[in-house]
Nanobody, 122 residues
Framework: QVQLVESGGGLVQAGGSLRLSCAAS????????MGWFRQAPGKEREFVAA????????YYVDSVQGRFTISRDNAKNTWYLQMNSLKPEDTAVYYC???????????????WGQGTQVTVSS
Protein backbone atom coordinates (compact mmCIF):
# COMPACT_ATOMS: atom_id res chain seq x y z
CA GLN A 1 0.00 0.00 0.00
CA VAL A 2 1.48 3.31 -1.09
CA GLN A 3 1.62 6.02 1.55
CA LEU A 4 2.75 9.60 1.11
CA VAL A 5 3.12 11.63 4.30
CA GLU A 6 3.76 15.37 4.21
CA SER A 7 5.29 17.50 6.92
CA GLY A 8 6.66 21.01 7.32
CA GLY A 9 3.67 23.28 6.81
CA GLY A 10 2.91 26.20 9.07
CA LEU A 11 2.48 29.93 9.41
CA VAL A 12 5.10 32.30 8.06
CA GLN A 13 5.30 36.01 7.28
CA ALA A 14 5.52 37.25 3.73
CA GLY A 15 9.08 37.04 2.48
CA GLY A 16 9.84 34.09 4.72
CA SER A 17 10.68 30.48 3.93
CA LEU A 18 9.34 27.00 4.62
CA ARG A 19 10.42 23.53 3.58
CA LEU A 20 7.89 20.81 2.99
CA SER A 21 8.80 17.14 3.07
CA CYS A 22 7.03 14.10 1.68
CA ALA A 23 8.02 10.62 2.82
CA ALA A 24 6.91 7.77 0.61
CA SER A 25 6.52 4.08 1.35
CA UNK A 26 4.89 1.00 -0.07
CA UNK A 27 6.70 0.52 -3.36
CA UNK A 28 9.78 1.35 -5.41
CA UNK A 29 9.57 4.82 -6.87
CA UNK A 30 12.51 4.78 -9.27
CA UNK A 31 10.23 5.15 -12.31
CA UNK A 32 7.99 7.77 -10.78
CA UNK A 33 7.67 11.53 -11.00
CA MET A 34 7.18 13.11 -7.59
CA GLY A 35 5.47 16.42 -7.16
CA TRP A 36 3.56 19.03 -5.23
CA PHE A 37 0.13 20.53 -5.77
CA ARG A 38 -1.72 23.16 -3.79
CA GLN A 39 -5.29 24.20 -3.22
CA ALA A 40 -6.24 27.63 -1.95
CA PRO A 41 -9.68 28.32 -0.45
CA GLY A 42 -12.30 28.56 -3.15
CA LYS A 43 -9.88 27.55 -5.89
CA GLU A 44 -9.09 24.39 -7.78
CA ARG A 45 -6.08 22.29 -6.91
CA GLU A 46 -3.12 23.36 -9.03
CA PHE A 47 0.22 21.89 -10.01
CA VAL A 48 3.22 23.51 -8.30
CA ALA A 49 6.35 21.48 -9.03
CA ALA A 50 7.58 18.02 -9.97
CA UNK A 51 10.82 16.07 -10.20
CA UNK A 52 11.75 12.83 -11.90
CA UNK A 53 12.97 10.29 -9.37
CA UNK A 54 15.54 9.08 -11.89
CA UNK A 55 17.60 11.86 -13.39
CA UNK A 56 16.16 14.71 -11.37
CA UNK A 57 14.54 16.76 -14.16
CA UNK A 58 12.34 19.41 -12.57
CA TYR A 59 9.16 21.19 -13.61
CA TYR A 60 7.57 24.30 -12.09
CA VAL A 61 4.48 26.41 -12.51
CA ASP A 62 5.45 29.91 -13.62
CA SER A 63 4.19 31.57 -10.44
CA VAL A 64 6.78 29.80 -8.24
CA GLN A 65 9.70 29.63 -10.68
CA GLY A 66 12.78 31.11 -9.01
CA ARG A 67 11.22 31.05 -5.53
CA PHE A 68 10.49 27.35 -4.95
CA THR A 69 12.89 24.43 -5.38
CA ILE A 70 11.92 20.78 -5.52
CA SER A 71 14.48 18.14 -4.63
CA ARG A 72 14.61 14.51 -3.59
CA ASP A 73 16.63 12.16 -1.43
CA ASN A 74 16.48 8.76 -3.07
CA ALA A 75 17.99 6.97 -0.09
CA LYS A 76 15.23 8.27 2.18
CA ASN A 77 12.37 7.92 -0.33
CA THR A 78 11.63 11.55 0.42
CA TRP A 79 11.21 14.68 -1.63
CA TYR A 80 11.10 18.30 -0.60
CA LEU A 81 9.72 21.66 -1.58
CA GLN A 82 11.86 24.57 -0.44
CA MET A 83 9.71 27.69 -0.57
CA ASN A 84 11.44 31.06 -0.37
CA SER A 85 10.17 34.61 -0.73
CA LEU A 86 6.71 33.43 0.22
CA LYS A 87 3.73 35.59 -0.67
CA PRO A 88 0.22 35.69 0.83
CA GLU A 89 -1.08 34.21 -2.43
CA ASP A 90 0.99 31.09 -1.72
CA THR A 91 -1.39 30.32 1.15
CA ALA A 92 -2.95 26.91 0.47
CA VAL A 93 -3.06 23.29 1.47
CA TYR A 94 -0.07 21.66 -0.16
CA TYR A 95 -0.27 18.05 -1.32
CA CYS A 96 2.56 15.81 -2.35
CA UNK A 97 1.94 13.40 -5.19
CA UNK A 98 3.49 10.57 -7.17
CA UNK A 99 2.87 9.64 -10.80
CA UNK A 100 4.13 7.21 -13.41
CA UNK A 101 3.77 9.64 -16.31
CA UNK A 102 4.50 13.33 -16.82
CA UNK A 103 0.95 13.93 -17.96
CA UNK A 104 -0.41 12.52 -14.73
CA UNK A 105 2.23 14.34 -12.69
CA UNK A 106 1.03 17.70 -14.03
CA UNK A 107 -2.71 17.09 -13.66
CA UNK A 108 -3.95 13.88 -12.04
CA UNK A 109 -1.32 12.04 -10.02
CA UNK A 110 -1.63 8.38 -9.20
CA UNK A 111 -1.03 8.85 -5.48
CA TRP A 112 -1.68 11.72 -3.07
CA GLY A 113 -0.60 12.71 0.38
CA GLN A 114 -3.04 14.00 2.96
CA GLY A 115 -2.04 17.66 2.66
CA THR A 116 -0.35 20.20 4.88
CA GLN A 117 -1.45 23.79 5.48
CA VAL A 118 0.82 26.67 4.51
CA THR A 119 -0.31 30.12 5.59
CA VAL A 120 1.59 33.25 4.59
CA SER A 121 0.64 36.41 6.47
CA SER A 122 1.06 39.87 4.99
Amino acid sequence: QVQLVESGGGLVQAGGSLRLSCAASGRTFSSYIMGWFRQAPGKEREFVAAIRWSGGTTYYVDSVQGRFTISRDNAKNTWYLQMNSLKPEDTAVYYCAASLSLGAALKTPDYWGQGTQVTVSS
